[in-house]
C-alpha cells in the first residue's frame, strides 16, 4: 500500500520541506539568547496559609483557594488576623501554580525588612487547580468570577485597622493577567477595587492557540470592552513580554491592544526594561531575580507615605513605571526632583575648552551634569541635567542638544572629591549629522547571499545607525559588528542597542572590544502604516577603536518568524491537505471505480492554487463597501486574513509556505498512519486467531446502534472529547481488523495476484443489490483500506484538536463529573453516528452510490473553508471535517 507506492521525487521534496521546517523551528526554540536570569532564592522556608473562604463560595469553588505567602517570623505573626500591609494579589496562569508567588514574595519581604518595616506588602496568591485555561476557555469566566470574591476577602482581612486598604494591587502571569482584565467586565465589580495591574507573559491581543469558541469569545469580551470604555478605565496597566526566549507566548501578542491613546496604559520586553535588560521564557518571568527585582522597587516607589497604601495618584503612578521599567535615569525617584541645586562654592572649577575630554574620578554621584545659566566663569547654581540621563548596562548616557538649551552658559560635570569606585568620565561635542548614519537593510530574497556594509572611522563615543526599510515582522537579519583598536591596554566595553521607536522591545549587546560580535535583528511588533520612524542600533562605542558594521539577510530566522507568527495555523493547512486528497480519493473512486493510493493523491490534488486564490478573491472584495454588506448579511464570519491583516501578520508567500509545510506534515502523517495500522494488525495476527474478510457487507451491524447510543449517552453525561476518542479507536480497531483480515486472505492465496487484478478490474462499479450479499474481494478491501487510512488521517486531527479539553476533564475529574461548558459536545452528537457507519462501510456499495459525485467535489471548498475560516479559529477546523465524512456514510444509503 502507503509504503510500496513511494515516489522518490516526493520523497525528495517532503523530506527537503522538513528540513525549512526544522530551520524555523530551530530559531524558534533554539535561536536565542542562553537564559541571563539569576534564580531568586528564599532566605527562609516559604508557607502558604490558606485563607477560609465563606462556605458558600467555597461550595460554588471547590476547586479553587485563596493562600497568603510569608516566611519564618513574618508568617508566624500572620496566622493570627487581621493584617496592616498593602495587599497584593498574584494570579498563576495556564497550569500555573499558586506557589510561583514566592520569589516576588521574598523579595518584597527583605525590602521591608531593609526598612525595618516602615512598609511591606502582603502577597497573597490564588490556587486555580493548575487549570489549562490558556487550551480551554470555558472555566476563564469562573475564574474571573472567584477572583472578584477574593479581593472582597481580602479587603475584609484589614477591616479596622488605621491605615486600611480598599484595593488591591494584581500581578497576573500569563491568563492569569487576561483573568484581571477580565474583572472589568463583571456587572458588579467597581474598578475601584484595583489600584495597579501587572502582567507577566500575557497573550492580551489574541489566544495563542484557538482550540474552542469559549476561548475566543472570552477575548473579544474582554478586549472589546477595554477598547470601548478607555476613556472610563484609569487603571495603570503595565504588561511586561518575555522577548524571543518565551516561545510560548511570543511578546507580540502581549501588548495592550489598540490603547495607544490609553496613557495609563504600559507595554515593555523584558529586554528593554532597565536593571533587567535579559529575556526571559514564560516560566522564568515569574522568577527571574533582575525583573522582580525592578518590580518590587516600582511597588516601594508606589507607595503613598500618608495612606501607607498604593498611591492613587494616577499620574505617579504612570511617572513609577515609567522611571523603573521605560527609561531609567540612573537616579531613585523623584515624585517632584529638584531641578535648580547648589552646586558647593568650595568645588575646584576646571574649564574645559576642547571637543572631546575624559576624566577619571573614584566616586560616582546620582547627580553629575548641570546647567549655568548667563555664568561668566562659575556659577553657584545649576539645573540639573541628569534626569535626562539613560542608564545602560556598564554606562549611564547622556546626549544634548545645545539648541535645545540657549540660556545655558556653561555644562558643569560635577566629580565629588570622595574616593570610591573608579569610573571615567567621557565627553565629546559633534555634529548630529556626522555620527547618523544610514544603512539600508538587504532584500527579503536575497537569503544572506549578499550584504551591506557602513565603516565608522572616526573615533567617537557614539553613532546612530539608521536601518532603512526595516520594519516588518517578516524581515530577519545578522548584524555583524568588528571592532578593531589600537594601543589598547585594558579590557573596553561597547554596547549595541536595537532601538523600535515603535514599540518598547529594544535589546542590548555588550561586546568586549577588540571583537567580531553578531546581533540578531527581528521584530515582535510591526511598524504602524502612519509611522514614519526609523529602527536604529545605537552604538556606545570607545574612541581608541574602529567599527565595521555589516548586514545581511538571515533566511533561518525568516523561517522562524514564519513559525512564530503562524505556527499555530498549520493544522488547517495540514486538514486543507487531506481534505483535497480524500476529495481525489473519492472522485476516483467514482470515475475508475478505484480508490487510488493516498500519496498519489495528496501529490495530485493538493496544489496552493486551488485554494490561496479564492481566499485572496475574498479578502479583495471585502474591501467594497457592497460586497462587505452582503457578507455581513449572510451572517458570515470576519475572514482570518483580515484579522491578520490588522495584526500586520499577513507576510508575503506566508500561505503558500504553510501551506507546502502543511502538505509536508500531511504526507509524513499519512506514512505514519499507514505503519502503524500495518503493525497493529500485525500484533493482532501474532495474538489473535487469523480472521477472513466479512462475507457479507453489512452497514448497520445489530450491535452498532447499542454502540453509537452508549457513546452519545457517554457525551452527554461526561466529555464530548472523550466520547470522539473512544469513536476514533473504535474505528482504528475496524480498520485494523480489516487489514489483519486482508492480510490472511492475501497469504493464503498462491494464484498469480496480475491475473487476479485483472479479473477484478472487469467488474464494473455499476452493479445493483446483490453486491450487499457477495463476499469482499481483496480488491474492494484493498480500496477500502486506502480510504479508510484517509479517514484515519482526518479524524485524527479531529481528536488533537479535541485533545485539551478532554486533558481539562480528565485533570478536575475529581470535583465534576461533566465538563460544562463543553466545546466538543454538538460535534461528538454527529461525529459518533457518522463514524459509526464508516467504520463499517466498503468501497463496494459507495461506487454504487447517486451521492458519490457529489461527495467528491464537497472538499474542494471546505479545504478552501478550513483555510478562509479556521486558520485563526482552530476549533472550527472540525467543523469543516465533519461534514465531508457525513455525506460519505450517506452514500451508503442513496
Not at 4 to 12: D, E, I
Not at 495 to 511: R, V
Not at 804 to 820: E, Q, T, V
Request: charged share 15%.
Amino acid at each position: 500500500m502507503f509504503l510500496h507506492s513511494v515516489n522518490l521525487g516526493n520523497l525528495a521534496f517532503y523530506a527537503f520541506m522538513i528540513f525549512m521546517a526544522t530551520l524555523g523551528l530551530w530559531d524558534v526554540f533554539f535561536g536565542f539568547e542562553e537564559n541571563k536570569c539569576s534564580m531568586s532564592y528564599m532566605f527562609e522556608y516559604p508557607e502558604y496559609q490558606k485563607i477560609e473562604l465563606p462556605k458558600k463560595l467555597a461550595k460554588r469553588y471547590p476547586a479553587y483557594e485563596l493562600y497568603l505567602y510569608g516566611e519564618g517570623s513574618y508568617a508566624e505573626e500572620h496566622k493570627i488576623l487581621p493584617l496592616t500591609g498593602i495587599p497584593v494579589l498574584f494570579l498563576p496562569g495556564n497550569a500555573g501554580s499558586y506557589k510561583q508567588v514566592r520569589s516576588i514574595g521574598s523579595i518584597a519581604l527583605r525590602k521591608a525588612e531593609d526598612i525595618d518595616f516602615k512598609y511591606h506588602f502582603d502577597f497573597f496568591s490564588v490556587n486555580f487547580n493548575e487549570e489549562l485555561v490558556a487550551l480551554y476557555g470555558g472555566s476563564l469566566q469562573k475564574q474571573t468570577k472567584f477572583v472578584h470574591e477574593c479581593i472582597k476577602t481580602i479587603l475584609k482581612l484589614y477591616k479596622g485597622q488605621e491605615f486600611a486598604p480598599k484595593s488591591v494591587a494584581i500581578i497576573g502571569h500569563s491568563m492569569g493577567g487576561l483573568v484581571a482584565r477580565a474583572l472589568l467586565t463583571l456587572k458588579n465589580f467597581k474598578q475601584d477595587l484595583i489600584n495597579l495591574l501587572i502582567t507577566q507573559a500575557t497573550p492580551h491581543v489574541a489566544p495563542v492557540m484557538p482550540l474552542d469558541r469559549f476561548i475566543t469569545e472570552f477575548y473579544m469580551t474582554v478586549n472589546n470592552y477595554w477598547i470601548l470604555n478607555a476613556r472610563h478605565i484609569n487603571l495603570t496597566t503595565l504588561s511586561v513580554a518575555g522577548g524571543f526566549r518565551d516561545y510560548q507566548v511570543r511578546s507580540g501578542l502581549t501588548f495592550l491592544p489598540q490603547l495607544s491613546h490609553h496613557t495609563s496604559a504600559l507595554s515593555v520586553v523584558s529586554s528593554a526594561v532597565p536593571k533587567t535588560w535579559v529575556s526571559t521564557d514564560h516560566l522564568s518571568i515569574v522568577w527571574c531575580k533582575q525583573l522582580q527585582l525592578t518590580t518590587i522597587r516600582a511597588f516601594f516607589d508606589l507607595i503613598d507615605a500618608d495612606t501607607k497604601q498604593i498611591t492613587q495618584n494616577s499620574k505617579k503612578k504612570l511617572s513609577v513605571l515609567n522611571h523603573h521599567f521605560i527609561r531609567h535615569p540612573a537616579k531613585h525617584f523623584e515624585e517632584n526632583p529638584a531641578i535648580i541645586s547648589d552646586l558647593t562654592v568650595t568645588s575646584m572649577w576646571v574649564p574645559v575648552k576642547v571637543s572631546k575630554w575624559t576624566y577619571v574620578a573614584y566616586n560616582d554621584t546620582n547627580s553629575w551634569i548641570f546647567g549655568c545659566i548667563n555664568s561668566t566663569s562659575m556659577c553657584q547654581q545649576g539645573v540639573d541635567l541628569s534626569w535626562k540621563a539613560e542608564l545602560l548596562p556598564t554606562i549611564k548616557y547622556l546626549t544634548l542638544r545645545l539648541q535645545d538649551y540657549p540660556s545655558l552658559s556653561h555644562l558643569v560635570v560635577y566629580v565629588p572629591s570622595v574616593h570610591g569606585s573608579k569610573f571615567v568620565v567621557d565627553c565629546e561635542f559633534f555634529k548630529k549629522e556626522m555620527r547618523s548614519i544610514q544603512l539600508p537593510v538587504t532584500h527579503l530574497f536575497s537569503f544572506g547571499l549578499s550584504s551591506r556594509k557602513v565603516v565608522l572611522n572616526t573615533s567617537g563615543l557614539f553613532y546612530n545607525i539608521e536601518l532603512l526599510n526595516f520594519g516588518q515582522i517578516y524581515q530577519a537579519f545578522t548584524v555583524n559588528v568588528v571592532s578593531k583598536c589600537s594601543g589598547v591596554k585594558e579590557e573596553i566595553t561597547s554596547i549595541y542597542k536595537l532601538h523600535i521607536p515603535w514599540s518598547y522591545e529594544d535589546s542590548l549587546t555588550i561586546a568586549q572590544v577588540p571583537s567580531s560580535t553578531e546581533i540578531s535583528l527581528k521584530l515582535h511588533v510591526a511598524q504602524p502604516e502612519n509611522d514614519s520612524h526609523v529602527a536604529l542600533l545605537k552604538m556606545y562605542t570607545s574612541s581608541d577603536c574602529h567599527y565595521e558594521v555589516t548586514v545581511k539577510t538571515s533566511f533561518p530566522q525568516i523561517l522562524g518568524q514564519v513559525v512564530r507568527f503562524h505556527g499555530g495555523a498549520l493544522p488547517a493547512y495540514i486538514v486543507s491537505s487531506i481534505l483535497l486528497a480524500y476529495g481525489g480519493q473519492l472522485y476516483s473512486l467514482f470515475s475508475i471505480g478505484h480508490c487510488l493510493e493516498y500519496d498519489i493523491m495528496l501529490d495530485k490534488e493538493a496544489k496552493p492554487y486551488k485554494v490561496d486564490p479564492f481566499v485572496i478573491t475574498i479578502k479583495f472584495l471585502l474591501g467594497y463597501k457592497w460586497f462587505k454588506e452582503l457578507w455581513d448579511i449572510l451572517l458570515l464570519p470576519e475572514l482570518d486574513a483580515m484579522f491578520l491583516t490588522s495584526q500586520s501578520m499577513c507576510f508575503p508567500l506566508v500561505s503558500l509556505i504553510l501551506f507546502l509545510f502543511g502538505t509536508c506534515t500531511a504526507y509524513w502523517g499519512g506514512l505514519l498512519s499507514s505503519t502503524t495500522v500495518r503493525f497493529l494488525s500485525s500484533l493482532w495476527l501474532a495474538l489473535k486467531r487469523p480472521s477472513e474478510l466479512p462475507k457479507d457487507i453489512k452497514v448497520i451491524s445489530p450491535d452498532l446502534p447499542i454502540l453509537t447510543v452508549v457513546l452519545i449517552i457517554v457525551s452527554w453525561a461526561t466529555c464530548g472529547a472523550f466520547a470522539i476518542l473512544l469513536t476514533y479507536l473504535y474505528y482504528v480497531f475496524k480498520i485494523v481488523h480489516l487489514h489483519a483480515s486482508l492480510t490472511t486472505f492475501k497469504n493464503s492465496q498462491p494464484a498469480n495476484p496480475k491475473h487476479s487484478r485483472r479479473s477484478e478490474k472487469k467488474s464494473s462499479h455499476h452493479k445493483d443489490s446483490i453486491v450487499h450479499h457477495l463476499r469482499l474481494s481483496a480488491s474492494d478491501a484493498e480500496d477500502s483500506l486506502r480510504m479508510h487510512n484517509t479517514v484515519i488521517n482526518l479524524l485524527t486531527w479531529v481528536v488533537l484538536l479535541s485533545m485539551p479539553s478532554l486533558i481539562y476533564w480528565l485533570k478536575n475529574l475529581r470535583y465534576y463529573f461533566k465538563l460544562n461548558p463543553d466545546p466538543c459536545k454538538p460535534l461528538a452528537f454527529i461525529l459518533i453516528p457518522t463514524m459509526a457507519i464508516l467504520g463499517n462501510t466498503y468501497t463496494v456499495p459507495i461506487k454504487s452510490s447517486k451521492l458519490l459525485k457529489t461527495t467528491s467535489q464537497f472538499p474542494l471548498p471546505l479545504a478552501v473553508g478550513v483555510i478562509a475560516f479556521g486558520s485563526a479559529h482552530l476549533y472550527r477546523v472540525p467543523c469543516f471535517v465533519v461534514i465531508p465524512l457525513l455525506l460519505h456514510a450517506l452514500c451508503n444509503f442513496m
